[in-house]
């Protein structure tokens, strides 16, 4: 007694019968502080109720008081408190949900053939309320759900979907017969990764994936048609034994060569398996087109000036629209170690958006950042022509300390790139305008050239960039050389680049490597 005197905490904690979760503690100040997980509870205190938690009482004369705690769904919580004058009391209690016990009972209905697998996915829930899967090791189960209407769907594949609506009684077990019947033969909602793409981009790149949903088991085929009507591709699917289906065309033929460009059309048909259906002679199909393009090309490009293109010359190459290419990099440069963060997106066709974010960390002073973006526009078409232009402009801004390492500095630029496409090489001029701030209203002169290989899973570059600086504070031109690697080995979307170079100033030289990860599609 005398120990429970001292503590009087631990005797309010053994009145109130708590559950797991349940908390009380003992604070300075006066009166009875009550939360509930969940909030919204109705709270009486000796029979009264005085409002929904939480809730703060400073007025509760000292002394032994009941307290009730309601809400609809959950089970009613009962228990005394002990309250002192010189101590106020926290109490945290767990609400227990009301829940009861649902029988459920998956039947196939009358006339369904007893060759048709059933094997059901269950999903329960509230009306008007998201529902929730419930797994099922066999045709009957147990579900222990909350109180209330509560809706039972049953889905299984090859049958129609079929719900029963039950009250759950926190009281009684309740059952549930759900009634399956065998689902009509159906190819529908199919669509495709690439409505344009060029089979001779890298692995993933090069190929589109056409996805549907079928209703029930069966087999079809894939049948692809040029403008003529003729046959170049013909695949068997194999039997569907769920919901959803896929199938890649590479923009192949039947023997592995590439097609013309132009535009496809793709027919896949297909009927129920004669063992489960008396329908399995009609044939449903599903129609849509494909556009082989070879100058869609997807490959990646650096992306370090906030531009596009090698390293130090921006190239007029776009990505065809729904492409985009993100990456991160870390570089040596000039002790510091700066990283960037880079996306390019093309909105729509022989449009280009970039941008870049940079921090460049330092010991000795403070840590810059920076950000970049660009627009680019292509002129010609890659496929029809052997040069390319494209011309854009550009925005960057940095902070103390925050230029991107091998950028033009912050300002604003126009560029024009031109190239010379032979075969899988590029040869690729690029004269450029930048305007440096406030500095004055002459801009600096940049003419950036370089070459490019694609070797399709990867490809290689040498590159160089001259800066003029017209202004009253002209220093001698500025240059910039680099040569990088990239690597996308196929069938993965994830490439990876290293690159070096160097860049000399007056009599100040210096170097750089870097090494990037990023992501194509």
């Given at each position: 007694m005398i120990f429970l005197c001292l503590f009087p905490a631990l005797l309010q904690a053994r009145e109130a019968s708590g559950i797991t979760g349940d908390s009380f503690e003992e604070i300075s100040g006066r009166g009875l502080v009550i939360r509930t997980n969940p909030s919204g509870v109705k709270v009486f205190?000796?029979?009264?109720?005085?409002?929904?938690?939480?809730?703060?009482?400073?007025?509760?004369?000292?002394?032994?008081?009941?307290?009730?705690?309601?809400?609809?769904?959950?089970?009613?919580?009962?228990?005394?408190?002990?309250?002192?004058?010189?101590?106020?009391?926290?109490?945290?209690?767990?609400?227990?949900?009301?829940?009861?016990v649902v029988m459920v009972s998956v039947h196939r209905a009358a006339g369904s053939p007893e060759t048709l697998p059933l094997n059901p996915q269950i999903y329960t829930g509230a009306l008007n309320e998201t529902e929730t899967a419930v797994t099922l090791s066999s045709d009957n189960a147990l579900l222990n759900l909350p109180t209330g209407y509560r809706t039972i769907r049953a889905r299984a594949f090859g049958w129609e979907d079929s719900r029963v609506t039950v009250l759950v009684d926190g009281t009684n077990a309740v059952t549930a017969d759900i009634y399956m019947k065998p689902a009509v033969f159906k190819l529908e909602n199919i669509s495709q990764s690439r409505r344009r793409f060029n089979p001779m981009n890298s692995g993933s790149l090069g190929v589109t994936e056409y996805r549907f949903e079928v209703s029930a088991p069966g087999a079809g085929n894939v049948t692809i048609t040029d403008r003529d009507g003729l046959i170049v591709f013909e695949k068997q699917l194999g039997a569907f034994d769920s919901w959803f289906q896929s199938v890649s065309w590479d923009g192949r033929d039947d023997n592995g060569k590439p097609l013309p460009k132009g535009i496809y059309t793709i027919l896949i048909e297909a009927s129920a398996l004669q063992e489960f259906s008396a329908d399995y002679n009609e044939t449903v199909s599903l129609k849509l087109e494909t556009e082989i393009d070879y100058s869609a090309g997807i490959f990646p490009l650096s992306l370090k000036s906030g531009i596009s293109g090698l390293t130090f010359a921006p190239?007029?190459?776009?990505?065809?629209?729904?492409?985009?290419?993100?990456?991160?990099?870390?570089?040596?440069?000039?002790?510091?170690?700066?990283?960037?963060?880079?996306?390019?997106?093309?909105?729509?066709?022989?449009?280009?958006?970039?941008?870049?974010?940079?921090?460049?960390?330092?010991?000795?002073?403070?840590?810059?950042?920076?950000?970049?973006?660009?627009?680019?526009?292509?002129?010609?078409?890659?496929d029809n022509s052997p040069v390319l232009f494209a011309a854009g402009v550009s925005y960057a801004w940095a902070s103390e300390n925050g230029d991107a390492p091998l950028s033009a500095g912050r300002g604003v630029g126009l560029f024009t790139p031109l190239s010379l496409e032979l075969s899988n090489f590029s040869i690729v001029f690029t004269p450029a305008i930048f305007w440096r701030g406030p500095e004055g209203l002459v801009p600096a002169l940049l003419l950036s050239a370089g070459a490019l290989y694609n070797g399709g899973w990867f490809n290689t570059g040498l590159s160089m960039r001259c800066e003029f600086d017209f202004t009253e504070n002209a220093e001698s031109p500025k240059f910039l050389s680099g040569a990088q690697v990239y690597f996308l080995p196929p069938p993965s979307n994830f490439f990876v680049s290293l690159s070096a170079g160097l860049w000399t100033q007056n009599s100040n030289t210096g170097g750089y490597g870097g090494i990037t990860i990023g992501l194509l599609y």
């Open positions: 205190i000796d029979g009264a109720e005085r409002g929904i938690t939480p809730l703060t009482f400073d007025n509760l004369l000292p002394g032994e008081h009941s307290v009730r705690l309601n809400k609809e769904g959950y089970r009613e919580r009962n228990f005394n408190v002990t309250l002192f004058s010189t101590s106020r009391l926290v109490v945290s209690i767990e609400m227990e949900e009301e829940r009861g190239m007029p190459n776009v990505l065809p629209p729904g492409s985009y290419q993100f990456e991160a990099g870390i570089a040596y440069v000039n002790s510091f170690l700066p990283f960037e963060i880079g996306m390019r997106v093309s909105p729509f066709k022989k449009m280009e958006l970039a941008t870049v974010f940079n921090i460049n960390p330092r010991l000795e002073n403070k840590t810059g950042w920076g950000i970049t973006g660009s627009a680019k526009y292509n002129f010609f078409d890659s």
